[in-house]
Each structure stands twice: as C-alpha cells, then as structure tokens.
C-alpha cells in the first residue's frame, strides 16, 4: 500500500504544476480499448499513471477487492478466483481495465441483473484536477457523492482515477450455457428479454444475431456441478478451440426455433440437446466462460483476414496465427495500421420497442452481420451511459412507510431495461463515405431513441451531442461539477469524443498515412507494433485459461467446419 500512497503522491504533484501552469495535460493508462483516432490525443502534456495496476487486496469476508485503475480483467479474475469470488461485470476483453470500466462505460452480459461497471465500485480514490486526492462514494450523504455519480462514464474529464473498491460476488466452477436459436430479430429481442426476468435465475444473457432468421440467445448459470463425471467442458482460450461465435453457429445452425413446434434432427455437437426446443446445452468453466470473445474478438478477428486476403480463414491459419488474434493484439494492430478509420464500431443502447427497426436499418443500410445483443439495467436519468432518454416512471414510495423508510426510498437508484446492439464491421473505404455512414447511423439511433457508447467513432455535432447527452439537466449538472472540481481546464466528454474530420483530413494528406494506405503496408505495420507491445505473452502466462484433468473432468475439442 505504500508504493501506491508514493505513485499517488508523485501524480498528484505532477497534476499540481500543470494545474498551476494552466498546462493541459491527458492521461497516459499504457494501453487503449478506445477506437477513436490516435492523432486526436496529440499535442498535450502526459501524466503517466501506467505503473497503477496491482491488485492490492482482496478481502474475502466483507467481499471487496482494492484495485489500481490499470488492473486488466483477466489480472483482476485471476486475483479474486483463488478467494471463489468474482467481480459481477467482468468485460469481456481480458485487456480492459477496472478503471477503464469506471471512467467509460461497460455493460456485459451480467448487466441484466447488476448494472454498469461502475455499479458495483463502492468507492474511488480520484487525483482532482488541483491536485487534491480525495475519495469518493456512491452513498447518501457522502461529501462527495456528487462527483463519483459524474465521474462514472466521463471518461476522466472530472479528475484522475487512482484506486477503486469493487463489490465481489460468489464464484462457482463452471457457467451451465444454454444456446436458444430464434428464427426472426423480433423473436430474438422477445426471448433475450424473457430470459433477463428473475424467476429464470439466469446470471448471464445475451445473443448473437448471425442473420435475419438465424439468431442464438445465450444463458448462463453458475454452477459447481456437472451433470456427470463423463461430462464434457468446452473451452475457448486455446489455440485448438473454435471462436465462440463460431462454435454457437455451428452448434445450433440444424435447430428449430425454439418457438417451433416441429422437430428436426439435432446438432452434430456431443453436447446435451433438445431440438424440439430448439436448445444445446454445455459447461464451460468460469473465466473461460467471462473471456470467450477474446479470441477472435467476438468477430472482426475475421478482418484481419478479409485484409491479408491471401491467408485463407480456415482453423488451421487460426491455430497458427493465435497469438495476433486475441483482443489485446488486434487493438495494437488495428491502432497501428490505421485501419480503424474504415471499419465500423458502434455499440448502441437501444429501447426494446426499436431493437427490430434499428437492426432491420443495419441489415438494409450497411449488411453488417453477426450483431450482438446485450441486455442491460441502466440507471434511468441523465446519464453519459447508453440510457433511455424518456425516463420511466419512479415508483411510488409508500405511504404507510415511516419517514426514514420514505427518504431511504427516494434515495434509492431507479433503473430502465433497454438492449445494447453491437455494430462491428467493414465500411465504406472512401473516407467522406464512411463519415456519412457514421453520421447516418447516428441520425437512425437519435429518432429512434437510443444512444451510443461513447469509446467508438463520435461524428455529433456539439449542439446535437449535447441534446442527446445533455438532456434532462445533464449537461449543466456536469458543467457545474467541472466548474465545482476546478475541471474546466480539462477537456470536456464532447472534445474527448468527437471525431474532429477536418482534422483527420488533414493528417491524411501527411506522408505516413498515406503511406499506411497502401496495401499490405499498414496491415503489416500494424502487425509489427503488436509484437513490439508483447502483449501475446499475457495470454500465453495467463492462469485463468482451464488446463482440463480437473476433478476427472475431460476438455472437449469441438468439432469446426
């Protein structure tokens, strides 16, 4: 705890003396899950907090771990497991940070039953931008209560995130997954919102959507039991093992929706089956459950092949390319090639009642496919979360509860439920085209009332951002936190966010772009700053990933087209 008591102290001097010089300055985390041009963070002094990333306890009786803002997932879950406790949201990219999942925003397939990332941090150290370290929580009362509610998904333009307390829960050994096939997008949004309600006693939701009448709605259940010694687990960390969207795929392609009342054969999986209700089940050990999409990337792994056309997608090329393939890799190289300037990654927070007009627009307008769906409790407000803009209803308090009842009550967080649509794929080449594609795509989730996470490509113009993210007082709640927390130096959520293509105009008029253009170079330069990162060797000593021989238990090898 002193080392951490020293890097704070070091970082908030420096922060000091740029605060006292009227310097601005960005923070320097060592890595980025953000999809937003890399030039657009130039210019600007550094504050380096990239040594901040230890787990410094984890207390099993009250249930709480003490992390650095730089602590990845898969560190974290390594960290917790051995006390059979887990965070309840776990990103599903093993390289996301726990202060990434605070200062951003981060919704899994446990945010059906627990909320944001940022619900469950029951405190955070902050570095002000004065200098100041304070700690905040979310409780009533607290002093600054106020600037832990703004801070969480402003993306640090409230203050620096130096140290969080996470609520933990109990861990079991495996999640029992159940793979429903749907055969229309609107039976697909019915089902994923049936299987969020409490009776079902799942702990995990969410779905693909591989096409229009194919879509797969997955459910998950922690367990220490299997149903017997000969039982197999499936695994996806391993070089061998099939992406997940592609084991999903394959295992449930020959089902009948489970809305069906016909029968047709079932899967070639050896796993447990019920084709008349259109059902695969199988076991898959924790960890290996929370990262399966990092492989691959859920799948714009697949690009990478798409660019270097002449290495075929086949399982052999993916076995021998594994260690490029994982998401830590591909962020590397997406970043370094200058590739993300053509591919299209937008999550969206959509109300169900336009979850079917929003995709039915992907599909007509931009043919992206597979799309993923996640649902997700999301705190009813103003927000900079995905969150739905017209506010439901509180509930009444009751009047026959006493008066500390009736403010214990009103002090109580509401939430809406509302279904995160995940865009990922190629668009236009042409640069203007794939401006006008974005700002399309942002007009089509404006009238239909949704909003997008803000990590991705951002095209608003500011008096269009801040009336889809400033409504509801929410833009002069922060602006009165910034002016509050001495944060107006900073730049604002907008100026972190938005795209600025005049800007980006520029610089590709500049030699290297343009060199990066060229095919194959900025692919293989991409390539060459992930193997300078090393980043492959995380997943290499990772100790999450299931060995197998456990409790006589064998790995399955599924079988791959």
Same mark, same amino acid.
């Not at 960890?287 to 399966?292: C, D, H, T, W």
């Not at 890799?329 to 990654?345: C, D, K, Q, T």
């Given at each position: 705890?002193?080392? &951490?008591?020293?890097?704070?102290?070091?970082?908030?001097?420096?922060?000091?003396?740029?605060?006292?010089?009227?310097?601005?300055?960005?923070?320097?985390?060592?890595? #980025?899950?953000? #999809?937003r041009?890399?030039?657009?963070?130039?210019?600007?002094?550094?504050?380096?907090?990239?040594?901040?990333?230890?787990?410094?306890?984890?207390?099993?009786?009250?249930?709480?771990?003490?992390?650095?803002?730089?602590?990845?997932?898969?560190?974290?879950?390594?960290?917790?497991?051995?006390?059979?406790?887990?965070?309840?949201?776990?990103?599903?990219?093993?390289?996301?940070?726990?202060?990434?999942?605070?200062?951003?925003t981060?919704?899994?397939?446990?945010?059906?039953?627990?909320?944001?990332?940022?619900?469950?941090?029951?405190?955070?150290?902050?570095?002000?931008?004065?200098?100041?370290?304070?700690t905040?929580?979310?409780?009533?009362?607290?002093?600054?209560?106020?600037?832990?509610?703004?801070?969480?998904?402003?993306?640090?333009?409230?203050?620096?995130?130096?140290l969080?307390?996470?609520?933990?829960?109990e861990?079991?050994?495996?999640?029992?997954?159940?793979?429903?096939?749907?055969?229309s997008?609107?039976?697909?949004?019915?089902?994923?919102?049936?299987?969020?309600?409490?009776e079902?006693g799942?702990?995990?939701?969410?779905?693909?959507?591989?096409?229009?009448?194919?879509?797969?709605?997955v459910?998950?259940?922690?367990?220490?039991?299997?149903? /017997?010694?000969?039982e197999?687990?499936?695994?996806?960390?391993?070089?061998?093992?099939?992406?997940?969207?592609?084991?999903v795929r394959?295992? #449930?392609?020959?089902?009948?929706? !489970? !809305?069906?009342?016909?029968? #047709?054969? !079932?899967?070639?999986?050896?796993?447990?089956?019920?084709?008349?209700?259109?059902?695969?089940?199988?076991?898959?050990?924790?960890?290996?459950?929370?990262?399966?999409?990092?492989?691959?990337?859920?799948?714009?792994?697949?690009?990478?092949f798409?660019?270097?056309?002449?290495?075929?997608?086949?399982?052999?090329? @993916?076995?021998?390319?594994?260690?490029?393939? &994982?998401?830590?890799?591909?962020?590397?190289?997406l970043?370094?090639?200058?590739?993300?300037?053509?591919?299209?990654?937008?999550?969206?927070?959509?109300?169900?009642? /336009?979850?079917?007009?929003?995709?039915?627009?992907?599909?007509?307008?931009?043919?992206?496919?597979?799309?993923w769906?996640?649902?997700?409790?999301?705190?009813?407000?103003?927000?900079?979360?995905? &969150?739905?803009?017209?506010?439901?209803?509180?509930?009444?308090?009751?009047?026959?509860?006493?008066?500390?009842?009736?403010?214990?009550?009103?002090?109580?967080?509401?939430?809406?439920?509302?279904?995160?649509?995940?865009?990922?794929?190629?668009g236009?080449?042409?640069?203007?085209?794939?401006?006008?594609?974005?700002?399309a795509?942002?007009?089509?989730?404006?009238?239909?009332?949704?909003?997008?996470?803000l990590?991705?490509?951002?095209?608003?113009?500011?008096p269009?951002?801040? @009336?889809?993210?400033?409504?509801g007082?929410?833009?002069?709640?922060?602006?009165?936190?910034?002016?509050?927390?001495?944060?107006?130096?900073?730049?604002?959520?907008?100026?972190?966010?938005?795209?600025?293509?005049?800007?980006?105009?520029?610089?590709?008029? /500049?030699?290297?772009?343009?060199?990066?253009?060229?095919?194959?170079?900025?692919?293989?330069?991409?390539i060459?700053?992930?193997?300078?990162?090393?980043?492959?060797?995380?997943?290499?000593?990772?100790?999450?990933?299931?060995?197998?021989?456990?409790?006589g238990?064998?790995?399955?090898?599924?079988?791959?087209?």
């Amino acid at each position: 705890m002193e080392r &951490h008591r020293q890097a704070v102290r070091l970082v908030s001097a420096t922060v000091r003396s740029l605060f006292e010089r009227s310097e601005p300055y960005r923070i320097w985390h060592g890595s #980025t899950n953000s #999809t937003r041009p890399p030039h657009q963070k130039a210019g600007a002094r550094v504050v380096d907090i990239s040594g901040l990333r230890e787990v410094l306890s984890v207390d099993a009786a009250s249930r709480t771990a003490l992390v650095e803002p730089n602590v990845p997932m898969d560190r974290l879950v390594e960290s917790t497991l051995p006390h059979g406790l887990v965070p309840p949201v776990v990103m599903e990219f093993p390289g996301i940070t726990a202060g990434g999942g605070f200062a951003g925003t981060a919704g899994e397939s446990s945010s059906f039953r627990h909320g944001y990332f940022d619900e469950t941090v029951r405190s955070v150290e902050m570095v002000l931008p004065d200098g100041e370290v304070v700690t905040a929580r979310p409780d009533r009362g607290d002093e600054y209560e106020d600037l832990f509610r703004g801070a969480a998904g402003a993306l640090g333009t409230l203050g620096t995130t130096t140290l969080l307390e996470l609520q933990l829960v109990e861990a079991k050994k495996f999640v029992r997954t159940t793979y429903r096939r749907t055969s229309s997008v609107g039976e697909a949004v019915r089902v994923i919102r049936e299987e969020c309600a409490a009776e079902k006693g799942n702990d995990y939701v969410d779905g693909i959507l591989f096409s229009k009448d194919h879509g797969v709605i997955v459910t998950g259940k922690m367990t220490d039991d299997l149903p /017997s010694e000969d039982e197999h687990v499936q695994t996806f960390s391993h070089p061998w093992d099939p992406w997940f969207y592609m084991h999903v795929r394959d295992i #449930t392609k020959a089902l009948p929706s !489970s !809305s069906s009342s016909s029968s #047709t054969s !079932s899967s070639s999986s050896s796993s447990s089956s019920s084709p008349s209700e259109g059902t695969v089940t199988e076991y898959i050990p924790l960890a290996e459950y929370l990262f399966r999409y990092d492989r691959g990337g859920f799948w714009v792994g697949q690009a990478a092949f798409d660019y270097f056309k002449p290495v075929p997608f086949t399982r052999f090329f @993916r076995w021998f390319l594994d260690d490029f393939l &994982h998401t830590r890799m591909l962020y590397r190289a997406l970043h370094g090639s200058g590739e993300s300037a053509r591919f299209i990654v937008q999550d969206i927070g959509m109300p169900y009642e /336009s979850a079917e007009p929003f995709i039915n627009y992907v599909s007509d307008e931009l043919a992206i496919w597979p799309l993923w769906l996640c649902p997700l409790k999301t705190p009813s407000g103003p927000s900079f979360h995905p &969150h739905l803009r017209q506010r439901q209803p509180e509930p009444p308090v009751s009047s026959s509860s006493s008066g500390k009842e009736k403010e214990k009550e009103k002090g109580k967080r509401t939430f809406d439920e509302m279904l995160n649509i995940g865009v990922w794929g190629w668009g236009p080449s042409d640069r203007q085209a794939f401006v006008r594609a974005n700002r399309a795509l942002e007009r089509r989730v404006d009238e239909l009332g949704g909003t997008k996470w803000l990590y991705a490509h951002t095209y608003y113009p500011a008096p269009e951002f801040w @009336r889809v993210y400033g409504s509801g007082q929410q833009k002069q709640r922060y602006e009165a936190l910034r002016r509050k927390y001495l944060a107006t130096s900073l730049p604002s959520v907008y100026d972190k966010v938005s795209v600025k293509v005049d800007n980006a105009d520029a610089v590709t008029t /500049s030699w290297k772009p343009w060199l990066k253009s060229l095919w194959p170079i900025g692919g293989l330069w991409g390539i060459w700053k992930s193997i300078q990162s090393k980043d492959y060797l995380l997943h290499r000593r990772a100790t999450w990933r299931w060995r197998g021989g456990d409790d006589g238990v064998k790995t399955r090898k599924a079988k791959e087209a």
